[in-house]
């Protein structure tokens, strides 16, 4: 009798808790990642106040891949992935679409090397780590080839960027294709071969998106603008005023304790990458079409490494520039 009235006991309180879960559960779950980022100055207001009347929980991810999971699972609303998961996961059914540019990366990914690589050629024989179906994935692999080296001559291993620091404490790979904070951690024993810049310049650019799952923008479209509209003017904040992001300001303090990174790296790390005005994001440079001829690019280079199965016809439902047109118009 004692343990079937501890089991009815135990069951209330399971269900108490259950139930107190849901009443707290956030209205908009928001996906990131460990890159810095103007937007992120707001990030504990954003989480202590929500935004546009909504509660937002935020949830940290290590990689792409992970990203794309949690959106083709339902489990995250609007996220940042890189153009080359972006592209994996559009072409492998998942409903999301590209709502906003996060940044255009140009120098910001690098391949850092040690001592045993002072040339392209002395790729052959090492270990280099890069997260797999990344934008560094995708640049690594342009790179070999404009290097005329097959990716067989060495050896090109998936890791996330935490774990790519230990390594490279270790001495466990000779490099990896990676963004900050953990390229300006690789930075301190090594040397930049290439970094995404050249390779863009090169053909390929590569780009960090906001995506959206499609079922929320459509039943939430005043918050997609709210978020983006709430992105865009932190953007225009730091291309107008850099100096308000350097070391010892609030800005970079806020931006390198979402992160867990070092306020003193945040104004060097900004700095290189582009903040696209809503201007460009909704151009056919950006979301009017480019993202969408990227995307399509990103996927026929992954088919041939393998990475997917199949190319589709059309990638025009891949990005929109509505939620975009809507802040600029004062829709929000």
Known sequence: MKSRLRKTILGIAVASLALAGSA?????TIGYQLLYGPWKAKMKELRAKGLGGKSIEFVKFTSGTEVINAMASGSVDISLSGSSPTAAGYSRGVDLHVIYIYDNINDAEALVVDKSITAPQDLKGKTIAVPFVSTTHFHMMFALEQFNISPRALKVIDMSPPDMIAAWERGDINGGFVWDPALGRMKQKG???ITSGDLSNWGKATFDAMLAHKNFTKKN?????????????????YRANPGKYGPGTA????????????????????????YP???????????????QKALRATSEFLKSQGKLDRVLK????????KFAKMAMEGGC
């Open 221 to 237: 479209p005043q918050f997609a603008c709210q978020w983006v509209k709430m992105v865009a003017t932190a953007d225009a904040d």
């Open 314 to 321: 059309s990638y025009a439902d891949s990005a929109t520039p």
């Open 277 to 291: 005005a809503l201007e460009e994001q909704i151009s056919a440079a950006w979301l009017g079409g480019g993202v």
């Open 191 to 193: 040397r930049v071969l």
């Open 251 to 274: 800005n970079a303090k806020a931006i390198a304790a979402s992160v867990s990174g070092d306020e003193a790296q945040v104004a060097g790390v900004l700095a290189l990458y582009g």
């Open 24 to 28: 707290q559960a956030a209205d908009v």
